[in-house]
Structures are given as structure tokens and as C-alpha cells.
Nanobody, 123 residues
Framework: QLQLVESGGGLVQPGESLRLSCAASVSAVPYNAIGWFRQAPGKEREGVSCIGINGITNYADSVKGRFTISRDSAKNTAYLQMDSLKPEDTGVYYC?????????????????WGQGTQVTVSS
């Protein structure tokens, strides 16, 4: 059973950076698409970024140019580098893996989810 564990969240000020990590318990990272999602209080979970097995990436318009997704197959780990953070980036961030190789930013497309890590951007 694939398990995902996110880390790297925290409290930062606007304009600062964080790097989130998503560690997989088995070697799913090289073979499947990985997504990052976030959920703010009272809002639906939204897709932030994804990366397919071919390395093609996709980003929500709200984070383009500020966030970068990557993967390290040797470490079974995916990352989300978040720069120039804004208060509206606040939320619980989840990583997810789907059973196919193509990137997708919709939550129902994913089969496995981590428990999330809190990101708070506030002055």
C-alpha cells in the first residue's frame, strides 16, 4: 500500500519561501503522476501543480511563476518549491499520486493522498 508523507510546512511572512516534500513509501514516484493540492478553511480542495512521468508540469494560474514542482526518483520524493508566498497561499497542502502517468490538476483523478502539511502566510 502506497503511503505519502508531506513535510516542510510552516508559518512564513509574505514574500518568503518554503519547500514542501512528499515522501512515498514505495517506488511510485518514478512511474506515476504526482500532484500538489491545497485546501483553505471553508474552501474546496484545489489543484496547485502536477508533474507527469514525462516531466511535463502544470500549474494553477494563481501560482505560475512562483511555485516549482520537481521529483527525485532515486529518493521516491517529490517537492514543491514555493517562492514569493502570499497570504492567499495559506492552507493545508496535500500531495497525491495517481495510477497513470499523465499530469492532472483535478482531485478525483488521484488515488493516493498524504495527510497534509499546514502552510500559513501571515505578517
Amino acid at each position: 500500500q502506497l503511503q505519502l508523507v508531506e513535510s516542510g510546512g510552516g508559518l512564513v511572512q509574505p514574500g518568503e519561501s518554503l519547500r514542501l516534500s512528499c515522501a512515498a513509501s514505495v517506488s511510485a514516484v518514478p512511474y506515476n503522476a504526482i500532484g500538489w493540492f491545497r485546501q483553505a478553511p471553508g474552501k474546496e480542495r484545489e489543484g496547485v501543480s502536477c508533474i507527469g512521468i514525462n516531466g511535463i508540469t502544470n500549474y494553477a494560474d494563481s501560482v505560475k511563476g512562483r511555485f516549482t514542482i520537481s521529483r527525485d526518483s532515486a529518493k521516491n520524493t517529490a517537492y514543491l518549491q514555493m517562492d514569493s508566498l502570499k497570504p492567499e497561499d495559506t492552507g493545508v497542502y496535500y500531495c497525491a499520486v495517481r495510477s497513470v502517468s499523465r499530469c492532472d490538476l483535478t482531485a478525483p483523478a488521484y488515488n493516493y493522498w498524504g495527510q497534509g502539511t499546514q502552510v500559513t502566510v501571515s505578517s
